[in-house]
């Protein structure tokens, strides 16, 4: 059986998902148009290397769901210990950027791969949940191996240290274990053990990130420095109102009050110039239409791999979506973690596609022959 069917393949064209790559085009469209907006007094430099980044994307998505995702399974140990190597490769080699050495340089590019391990982690933790074959509910050695999946390279990645993105690794087990069952007392004794020990890891936070934690509870401690951007963002969402000021005319924007505008507060800046409804209402809207779209296809899938693949891609998508809105309006800490097909950075825009790739691979494989 070849693992990708040829593109030419009139079955492949039909079978196609074009609702969900349209909704992909259209955000991509937008993240474009608000990263240019954004960065258009610098030149043109980041807009072209995003659009350049949004098209290999695109092919990605495209490649991807042409492989059976039963062969991409089938593989997932090998490329599951190739990323763990590559990922010791960054934190002995990799380079620093922000405090944290989580980039590789491609040539002329650099890459994060701690994003892109995240779509493997989701097959390989898909793969061992679907071939479990025990009882309704997960015991407790399951739950340790299914941990240890994902926490070996969620651990490296902290070790860089990137927590933001580290943190992101979690949805994939929360859901995968929560779809294949866990016994509601071993939940609620895993919740209240989490409870009891986050105060703890205050004391191994660094000082700029325990000023994200003390600002999110005490927002106007210090409005001039570590403060100041989340103060910007609401100001520039509040003055957009419904309609916003149009585009390129975004006074936080374009007058540089609203600092990291085009990757982590992209949607600072699509509030502002855009509006509350022609912004986020459209912007939201095409992320939900994305989520919804990704778990019917979840639940049309022919077996459990696919199922957990899946609701693998979509928690990750909606980690990302909550805690990015969230974190613009001063809802949680500022945590690094943007947002899906919006925010600037070629590393996560194409762990993006190639996740809508591994969804469209499920949903063009769901008859089965």
């Not at 040829?6 to 074009?18: A, N």
Request: overall charge positive.
């Amino acid at each position: 059986m070849s693992m990708i069917q040829p593109l030419r393949s009139q079955s492949f064209w039909r079978d196609f998902d074009w609702l969900m790559l349209s909704a992909l085009v259209f955000l991509s469209i937008i993240s474009l148009t608000e990263i240019y907006s954004s960065t258009m007094s610098v030149g043109g430099g980041f807009f072209l290397r995003q659009l350049a980044f949004v098209l290999v994307g695109i092919a990605c998505l495209f490649i991807v769901s042409a492989m059976d995702y039963h062969a991409i399974a089938e593989r997932i140990p090998w490329i599951y210990l190739i990323s763990i190597v590559g990922l010791i490769y960054v934190l002995a080699l990799g380079k620093t950027v922000n405090g944290s050495k989580s980039w590789v340089a491609v040539g002329p590019v650099s890459i994060q791969p701690s994003e892109m391990v995240k779509m493997v982690t989701v097959v390989a933790v898909a793969r061992y949940l679907a071939e479990l074959r025990s009882s309704r509910y997960m015991n407790l050695t399951q739950m340790f191996k299914a941990g240890l999946i994902c926490g070996l390279p969620q651990a490296l990645v902290a070790l860089q240290p990137d927590l933001g993105t580290a943190v992101t690794y979690l949805p994939i087990l929360a859901v995968g274990m929560f779809i294949r069952g866990v016994k509601p007392r071993v939940l609620v004794t895993v919740v209240l053990a989490v409870v009891l020990i986050l105060p703890s890891s205050w004391f191994v936070l660094k000082p700029h990130q325990k000023e994200r934690i003390l600002n999110f509870i005490y927002p106007d401690r210090d409005p001039l420095k570590s403060g100041y951007q989340v103060i910007q963002s609401k100001i520039a969402i509040g003055s957009g109102g419904l309609l916003g000021k149009g585009l390129f005319k975004g006074t936080q924007n374009q007058l540089g009050f609203l600092p990291t505008r085009h990757t982590d507060f992209i949607l600072s800046v699509v509030g502002e110039e855009l509006g509350f409804l022609r912004g986020y209402v459209v912007v939201l809207g095409l992320l939900g239409f994305v989520l919804f779209r990704s778990i019917y296809s979840a639940q049309t899938a022919r077996d459990n791999l696919g199922l957990f693949i899946i609701m693998g891609v979509v928690g990750i998508y909606f980690f990302h979506i909550v805690v990015n809105v969230g974190m613009v309006i001063g809802f949680v800490p500022t945590a690094g973690i943007p947002l899906p097909f919006m925010s600037y950075g070629g590393s996560s825009v194409l762990t993006c596609f190639i996740g809508a790739g591994l969804v469209t691979s499920v949903r063009r494989r769901r008859y089965v022959n």
